[in-house]
């Protein structure tokens, strides 16, 4: 360890999250020293990671953009390149990049309660050397998800095929679709982009499903926002659509809790327009689930059913008997053959970093403490993690996790505490386990679950996924003073 490799504050992760918390800590905690440690060569995290075909928000850039940065661009769904020149902008536009340490990969993180310090191991991928970095706060910004590789089933067969078989995280810059048959498997976001972007050069896509997800089409312009921009001041007119999309956003995921039946029909009545009565919805389009059970994969200007319409692109509902060397056998007996496979099988999801953390050199198993206000660790002092909303947009959670950390920062500096551990009360003992995040069934989610921590039944143990109820728990007017979180 050396005195330039201590700080006050260390962010680690330079995607939205972790520049967002920049942000907030040069302008609310102006006093204290901090760093990024991103582990990859370029800021982004997903936006730089996934370079596949058609890669975009699934969200409106007015509300997975800044608070404080407007995004100006038309398109309010966005594609993967213009959100990552849009990251790139806010780095420099408020002086962040120069405290970017690209390369620097967090593999351990250690506390102290003697030295109230976190010590990171820390290597950096350019030199090969290991570095030692130390703070007094950390936070944790890196994602969800195991930058290592997605996830893929054990398909029986594989290793049969002779044709090329690709993961969307692993998108090799060199492949050539043109031309080609291509069977797509998967039927969640990154499928139902991938399917119509690659169908565009490609003979023909076969998007290959177990199950159906529930897909709608949504212009990729939103006329609010061009109408305000037209008005009134930039950064006005983009707070009200900011506000309006939010606001939406919140209702819609409230009504499929409500009424799932009711947003069921209008979203399977939204598919029948695009793709008529002839076509066998009930299939290849309607889930098992109801609506926000899992996330809805939205496709823009409905260009997956152009491309199904136009003959480009079938849909294939069956489950997977095993692969053969000319592609995929069916359940059904029918061989679908492919010169290119595509695994849109998901994710790997990760608790922090997968960092290996200790307190006083004892292991930390997150799946053991408690969440406290859906952003720190029972007994895990001064850390605050980051974890989007699966219903709404990422940067509303990262925005509120960054400034509740920024008051508590100033609140230790005023009072002198080194430390800040959410402790269980006494009358917390006999609370319920409940799921970190309840009432969703995406797979990533399902076969990860036991690793996260615990939710209770009562604030502050709760990691509700409703970014008015997040808004309440952690505003300004309520005491960081709570009788949980223990300062010292």
Same mark, same amino acid.
């Given at each position: 360890?050396?005195?330039?490799?201590?700080?006050?504050?260390?962010?680690?992760?330079?995607?939205?999250?972790?520049?967002? =918390?920049? #942000?907030?800590?040069? /302008?609310?905690?102006?006093?204290? &020293? %901090?760093?990024? $440690? *991103?582990?990859?060569?370029?800021?982004?995290?997903?936006?730089?990671?996934?370079?596949?075909?058609?890669?975009?928000?699934?969200?409106?850039?007015?509300?997975?953009?800044?608070?404080?940065?407007?995004?100006?661009?038309?398109?309010?769904?966005?594609?993967?390149?213009?959100?990552?020149?849009?990251?790139?902008?806010?780095?420099?536009?408020?002086?962040?990049?120069?405290?970017?340490?690209?390369?620097?990969?967090?593999?351990?993180?250690?506390?102290?309660?003697?030295?109230?310090?976190?010590?990171?191991?820390?290597?950096?991928?350019?030199?090969?050397?290991?570095?030692?970095?130390?703070?007094?706060?950390?936070?944790?910004? =890196?994602? #969800?998800?195991?930058? /290592?590789?997605?996830?893929?089933? &054990? %398909?029986?067969? $594989? *290793?049969?095929?002779?044709?090329?078989?690709?993961?969307?995280?692993?998108?090799?810059?060199?492949?050539?679709?043109?031309?080609?048959?291509?069977?797509?498997?998967?039927?969640?976001?990154?499928?139902?982009?991938?399917?119509?972007?690659?169908?565009?050069?490609?003979?023909?896509?076969?998007?290959?499903?177990?199950?159906?997800?529930?897909?709608?089409?949504?212009?990729?312009?939103?006329?609010?926002?061009?109408?305000?921009?037209?008005?009134?001041?930039?950064?006005?007119?983009?707070?009200?659509?900011?506000?309006?999309?939010?606001?939406?956003?919140?209702?819609?995921?409230?009504?499929?809790?409500?009424?799932?039946?009711?947003?069921?029909?209008?979203?399977?009545?939204?598919?029948?327009?695009?793709?008529?009565?002839?076509?066998?919805?009930?299939?290849?389009?309607?889930?098992?689930?109801?609506?926000?059970?899992?996330?809805?994969?939205?496709?823009?200007?409905?260009?997956?059913?152009?491309?199904?319409?136009?003959?480009?692109?079938?849909?294939?509902?069956?489950?997977?008997?095993?692969?053969?060397?000319?592609?995929?056998?069916?359940?059904?007996?029918?061989?679908?053959?492919?010169?290119?496979?595509?695994?849109?099988?998901?994710?790997?999801?990760?608790?922090?970093?997968?960092?290996?953390?200790?307190?006083?050199?004892?292991?930390?198993?997150?799946?053991?403490?408690?969440?406290?206000?859906?952003?720190?660790?029972?007994?895990?002092?001064?850390?605050?993690?980051?974890?989007?909303?699966?219903?709404?947009?990422?940067?509303?959670?990262?925005?509120?996790?960054?400034?509740?950390?920024?008051?508590?920062?100033?609140?230790?500096?005023?009072?002198?505490?080194?430390?800040?551990?959410?402790?269980?009360?006494?009358?917390?003992?006999?609370?319920?386990?409940?799921?970190?995040?309840?009432?969703?069934?995406?797979?990533?989610?399902?076969?990860?679950?036991?690793?996260?921590?615990?939710?209770?039944?009562?604030?502050?143990?709760?990691?509700?996924?409703?970014?008015?109820?997040?808004?309440?728990?952690?505003?300004?007017?309520?005491?960081?003073?709570?009788?949980?979180?223990?300062?010292?």
């Amino acid at each position: 360890m050396t005195e330039e490799n201590d700080f006050d504050v260390i962010v680690v992760g330079a995607g939205i999250s972790g520049i967002g =918390s920049a #942000y907030r800590l040069q /302008k609310e905690c102006p006093d204290r &020293s %901090f760093v990024i $440690l *991103e582990g990859r060569p370029n800021l982004g995290g997903t936006w730089d990671l996934f370079r596949y075909p058609g890669i975009r928000s699934d969200s409106d850039m007015h509300t997975l953009g800044f608070s404080f940065k407007p995004w100006k661009a038309a398109k309010s769904i966005a594609d993967g390149p213009a959100i990552l020149e849009y990251l790139e902008e806010t780095v420099d536009e408020f002086g962040i990049k120069e405290k970017i340490k690209f390369n620097h990969h967090v593999s351990a993180a250690e506390w102290s309660n003697k030295k109230a310090r976190w010590v990171l191991k820390v290597s950096n991928s350019e030199t090969g050397e290991m570095i030692e970095y130390t703070c007094n706060f950390l936070l944790m910004c =890196s994602g #969800y998800y195991s930058y /290592k590789s997605g996830y893929t089933p &054990s %398909f029986e067969g $594989l *290793e049969t095929y002779s044709g090329q078989i690709v993961h969307p995280q692993e998108w090799p810059e060199d492949i050539d679709y043109d031309s080609k048959n291509v069977v797509v498997i998967g039927s969640g976001a990154t499928a139902v982009t991938l399917v119509p972007a690659m169908a565009e050069s490609a003979e023909h896509v076969v998007m290959l499903q177990r199950s159906p997800s529930y897909v709608v089409a949504r212009p990729d312009h939103d006329p609010f926002a061009g109408l305000l921009r037209k008005i009134m001041p930039e950064k006005i007119a983009y707070y009200l659509t900011r506000k309006k999309n939010i606001f939406a956003q919140n209702y819609i995921y409230k009504m499929t809790r409500k009424d799932p039946e009711k947003i069921k029909e209008k979203l399977l009545s939204g598919v029948r327009m695009a793709l008529g009565s002839e076509y066998d919805i009930e299939r290849h389009f309607t889930p098992s689930y109801n609506p926000w059970d899992e996330r809805l994969c939205l496709v823009p200007n409905g260009d997956l059913f152009k491309s199904i319409r136009d003959g480009k692109v079938s849909v294939v509902t069956e489950s997977i008997e095993r692969f053969t060397q000319e592609g995929v056998l069916l359940k059904t007996g029918e061989e679908l053959k492919a010169d290119i496979i595509v695994t849109a099988t998901g994710l790997n999801l990760v608790t922090l970093g997968e960092v290996e953390f200790r307190v006083d050199g004892h292991p930390v198993d997150f799946s053991e403490t408690w969440i406290y206000k859906g952003l720190a660790y029972s007994d895990v002092p001064n850390l605050i993690s980051t974890f989007g909303y699966i219903n709404a947009s990422w940067t509303l959670r990262a925005d509120i996790n960054s400034s509740y950390a920024c008051r508590l920062l100033n609140h230790m500096k005023k009072t002198g505490a080194e430390r800040a551990t959410p402790r269980l009360r006494e009358s917390d003992a006999d609370m319920p386990q409940r799921n970190w995040i309840e009432g969703f069934s995406s797979g990533y989610m399902k076969r990860s679950m036991s690793e996260m921590p615990k939710q209770g039944d009562r604030e502050p143990w709760l990691n509700t996924q409703d970014f008015y109820e997040d808004k309440k728990m952690l505003s300004r007017n309520t005491s960081l003073e709570d009788g949980v979180m223990e300062f010292v």
